[in-house]
């Protein structure tokens, strides 16, 4: 068999919410088993002539809050999950959280992911639904059925989780969660899946406030769960859930996925009809499953050193177990083999279907800790265990992993009433290496399906970074990152990091002060020219981007055949003076500008962030063209080096920055002075000698007009250029132009390139020579609705010009790659969480796919729980609800009493509330927040945003035709979408069943109608 990897897991078991609580519990050896006080049972359903008698048995195992559903975050509506199975709410909790713990976000994962799971009897609809009376005149059969059977357990998370893989509910009693695992592994190994998610539930609402004991039944008097003791009298069964995922082993440690355990081998039997009855154990069946899963694991019994046995805690069971393992293993203690054995039901009693999921989760997290804890209230062996004769012996206390076995292999089981057996082996794997090089700046993102949950996210994530010092920042980044569903409340913040990676300061954090939109904005890149360029450019992105690094070398290394200086003299390695005024010189300044730009360019489309449209500065057009694919990189930089050695050659000149509209600034050109410039509304840029310069300098500052000289020495776009335009268009006709791919703005013209000007050389001349139009190119991209202009530069030149743009839109958003008051690094990651923050989808894989990184368990998404529950109906309540019923089918009225839920108030969506403000529409909202369980409604509420599918949409119009006497379809909801909507059509319907009369006859009905304040 092949390794299975067991990545990520989940639970809520009892006293325990999350993983991390349940292994602290069992170290620390609790159990979990509860004393009910007479308060909890005088607040619970059961009579006080019961649990006062004597046989009552006041203990029960039950997790925290099973009330409480998120409904919202999963797309239900209240009412909905309201009826739904309480152990298919959990498990579809846990099935997300194990996804989250493991790094994996399904969206994004290229394989099929399957789901194999099961869950015990649905008692909530026995002791919660069943006690509503008519309960079918208000839930429609198939809802029920939806949400109360075990078909739809598996599916249902598949279809919630968005995964396309095999969707299978297990059922076979106690083993079913554990068989879940084996066929997981089954599925995996026959290639039929590529990861999946294996778990049970359990939720006995019978047993919650305890449970009445009778002689030589399962359960015990004591409410103690003592498994293989001499004072053990049965079981006690508690409640939960657990959820695991699972990869091949290779595939995980490829996609550098953390690794609690591998699977080594499974097996499945049944006991068959050789047994006493149907309910007993067998010896001979439990033996063969365990020895065949270690035939399977290639593994022999001396090499398993703790097994985590099935272990009820009952006289009949225990015996049978222990020998079926001693014959399973045929070895003895004499042979110096030494197994150590243990029971979680021991602290958390008998999980039914979800029994082998927590033994299993168990088993995992003592190989990967090393630890093995107490299985508890064991003091000396059930008469009927001769642990003499077998190498097996109870743990009683917290252990680390005997120094005896050279593996640290386990093997865990779980046995089924009606004979299902199923064993697991597994086996612990290396230690990973801590000691790798981390760089000091870090990326984490956050997401959130509201903006409380991601008030609760950030600084949850921040304690937990703070507290374990040894998870390295880097791996935290990549995890949450590539491994968590990128949700519509966004938040980015760039962490510095200590030596050892741990977490030290924010450095810079960013934040969506509203959700995204579903469409991603388009990206338009802006590419400064010379002026912007500076001596240590790209030299920190330089050491940390490997694509960076390369196509930076890559053009250094272009730029050294055509250059007259060794390119990289000028740049990171020279700190000298000498350097830096050589930077300043146009025929080493333009190139070296141009492959800074061209580079991290690159670095941002390898990283996702895909131009819709590009505007580049004089030289930056130049960039674009080389992204655009209009100049191959060689001639792009030959070109540019030639251009840069033209410039240079020209007369000594200047150029002033003033704050001047387009025309007042022409009133200032002459034959000595050109407007070389257009930037903004009042922003204009001159170029000319250096004394025409200087003089109007002096001129404008007497008027009181404030400029700025720009650090240049030759005049562009100006008639200084004049001499070398013939030579520059000779150069251009030995270069290959072709049409735009990705289109960009003309300086030349100030509106979109077109395919003839990219590819004549004379437009290149031109653009040389006449003024750039750079306001005009801002004002066209503008139109974009949302845009993102994005600085690729040294700078914050154009970042600056465009906010000064008046902006098109309010979540139009200017940044810059790396200029900031922050390092250049820190501001690119900035940079880079800002885009994710307003929408850009970025490659993370890409981001992180060179870095030394690896996923890592993390807190999960903090749900926004609140209560979907149907109260329990008295009999009085019972006869007095029967009674308006009956007197509603007697009077021939259609009123439906509402099922009794908690209201929820309405979640935080994307469209604003607008409260009724027609009859039809407040007749709308009294019908329809019943149904939701959503109070206030508003009329602009999308109805599938709130969680409404196909069935509902059939009830309500079911509903509604009968309310309106109008003919009303399911089509009808789909078009209308909303409240508002459908009153129209409501409206319409009505006035032509009624000839013109624009409201029906029905009862106006507004009791349950509401206004948001």
Excluded at 195 to 224: C, V, W
Excluded at 244 to 266: P, T
Aim: aromatic share 6%.
């Amino acid at each position: 068999m092949t390794d299975i990897a067991v990545i990520g897991m989940a639970a809520r078991l009892p006293g325990a919410s999350n993983i991390a609580a349940f292994w602290n519990n069992l170290c620390e050896g609790k159990d979990a088993i509860r004393d009910l006080s007479e308060e909890d049972l005088l607040a619970s359903d059961v009579h006080p002539s019961v649990w006062k008698r004597e046989n009552y048995v006041r203990k029960a195992a039950f997790p925290e809050d099973v009330e409480l559903f998120d409904a919202h975050f999963f797309g239900f509506t209240p009412s909905e999950a309201a009826i739904i199975d309480p152990q298919h709410r959990l498990l579809l909790e846990c099935a997300y959280e194990a996804l989250e713990d493991a790094g994996q976000d399904p969206n994004r994962h290229p394989g099929q992911v399957s789901v194999f799971a099961g869950c015990s009897l649905n008692t909530y609809l026995i002791s919660h639904l069943m006690s509503i009376p008519d309960l079918l005149r208000q839930i429609d059969m198939v809802q029920l059925n939806l949400a109360s059977s075990p078909d739809f357990l598996a599916t249902r998370i598949s279809y919630k989780l968005g995964l396309k893989g095999m969707s299978h509910t297990v059922q076979c009693a106690c083993s079913t969660s554990l068989v879940a695992v084996h066929l997981a592994c089954q599925s995996l190994l026959s290639g039929e899946s590529d990861m999946a998610l294996a778990g049970g539930a359990a939720l006995n609402f019978h047993l919650r406030y305890g449970y009445p004991h009778f002689s030589g039944g399962m359960f015990s008097a004591t409410g103690t769960c003592r498994a293989f003791d001499v004072e053990a009298d049965g079981t006690v069964f508690g409640n939960g859930a657990g959820m695991v995922v699972l990869k091949r082993y290779e595939d995980a440690a490829r996609n550098r996925d953390q690794i609690y355990a591998v699977i080594k081998g499974s097996a499945v039997n049944n006991d068959g009809a050789a047994k006493v009855g149907y309910t007993a154990p067998s010896v001979e069946g439990q033996a063969l499953a365990i020895a065949e899963a270690m035939a399977n694991a290639n593994i022999s019994p001396e090499e398993i050193g703790y097994v985590e046995a099935h272990g009820t805690g009952t006289p009949l069971g225990d015996p049978i177990e222990i020998a079926a393992l001693a014959r399973a293993y045929r070895t003895h203690r004499a042979n110096g083999h030494r197994c150590l054995i243990g029971s979680v039901k021991t602290n958390i009693g008998h999980l039914d279907c979800a029994a082998g999921i927590s033994g299993f989760i168990k088993t995992a997290l003592i190989l990967r800790h090393g630890l093995i804890p107490p299985s508890l209230h064991y003091t000396k062996p059930n008469p009927h265990i001769d642990f003499s004769g077998t190498p097996f012996h109870v743990n009683t206390e917290l252990r680390e992993w005997p120094t005896t076995h050279c593996r640290r292999a386990a093997s865990v089981s779980a046995f089924g009433v009606g004979g299902t057996n199923a064993h697991v082996v597994l086996e612990a794997v290396a230690s990973e290496n801590f000691h790798r090089k981390d760089n000091a700046l870090h990326l984490l993102i956050h997401s959130a399906a509201s903006e409380t949950a991601l008030d609760r996210i950030v600084p949850a994530m921040s304690a937990h970074l703070l507290a374990q010092p040894h998870v390295a920042l880097a791996d935290a980044a990549f995890t949450l990152a590539t491994g968590r569903r990128q949700l519509a409340w966004r938040h980015a913040q760039v962490i510095a990091s200590t030596n050892s990676g741990s977490m030290t300061d924010v450095v810079a954090a960013h934040r969506s002060p509203v959700s995204i939109s579903t469409a991603p904005p388009p990206v338009i890149l802006m590419f400064p020219g010379q002026g912007s360029q500076t001596l240590h450019m790209g030299h920190e992105i330089y050491r940390a981007e490997p694509v960076f690094r390369e196509t930076f070398d890559a053009c250094l290394d272009l730029l050294s055949r055509f250059m007259s200086r060794d390119p990289r003299s000028l740049m990171h390695t020279n700190t000298t003076g000498e350097a830096d005024k050589l930077l300043d010189q146009t025929e080493y300044a333009q190139p070296l500008l141009f492959a800074f730009e061209y580079a991290l360019a690159q670095l941002l489309i390898n990283w996702g962030v895909k131009p819709e449209l590009m505007i580049g500065h004089s030289l930056g057009e130049y960039v674009a063209a080389s992204i655009g694919g209009t100049l191959n990189l060689e001639e792009a930089l030959q070109l540019i080096t030639i251009r840069g050695q033209l410039m240079q050659s020209t007369e000594r000149g200047a150029m002033l920055s003033a704050p001047l509209a387009e025309t007042e600034a022409m009133s200032f050109t002459s034959d000595a002075i050109s407007l070389a410039a257009v930037n903004g509304p009042s922003q204009s840029v001159f170029s000319g000698s250096e004394i025409a310069i200087d003089s109007l300098h002096r001129r404008l500052e007497a008027d009181g007009i404030h400029c700025r000289q720009l650090a240049v020495s030759r005049a562009f776009h100006s008639p200084l250029m004049d001499p070398i335009l013939d030579a520059f268009h000779e150069c251009l006709m030995g270069i290959t132009l072709s049409p735009p791919r990705i289109s960009w703005m003309s300086n030349l013209t100030g509106t979109l390139i077109t395919a003839a000007q990219a590819v004549d050389p004379a437009y290149w001349v031109n653009h040389l020579r006449n003024t750039v139009r750079f306001h005009e190119n801002m004002r066209e991209a503008h139109a974009q609705s949302d845009a993102i202009f994005l600085e690729v530069g040294p700078q914050r030149v154009l970042q600056q010009l465009a906010n000064r743009f008046p902006l098109a839109s309010k979540n139009q958003v200017a940044l810059s790659s790396t200029a900031s008051e922050k390092t250049e690094y820190a501001s690119l990651l900035s940079t880079l969480g800002s885009l994710w923050v307003c929408g850009v989808t970025i490659d993370w894989n890409s981001v992180y796919a060179r870095k030394d990184v690896r996923r890592i368990s993390l807190p999960t998404y903090p749900f926004e729980r609140q209560r979907c529950w149907l109260e329990r109906t008295t009999s009085a309540e019972s006869e007095s609800a029967a009674s308006v019923q009956q007197s509603a089918i007697v009077d021939g009225s259609n009123t439906t009493a509402s099922l009794p839920i908690t209201v929820h108030t309405r979640p935080r969506l994307s469209t604003p509330f607008v409260g009724p403000s027609t009859l039809t529409q407040i007749r709308l909202v009294s019908i329809l927040e019943p149904v939701f369980g959503i109070r206030p409604l508003g009329i602009r509420d999308n109805f599938f945003a709130l969680g409404a599918d196909s069935l509902m949409a059939a009830s309500v119009a079911s509903q509604l035709k009968e309310h309106y006497g109008i003919q009303l379809e399911v089509v009808h909801l789909y078009e209308a979408l909303d409240i508002a909507s459908l009153a129209v059509t409501i409206d319409e319907m009505v006035a032509e069943a009624h000839h013109g009369t624009a409201t029906s006859d029905a009862p106006l009905l507004i009791a349950g109608s509401s206004r948001e304040s």
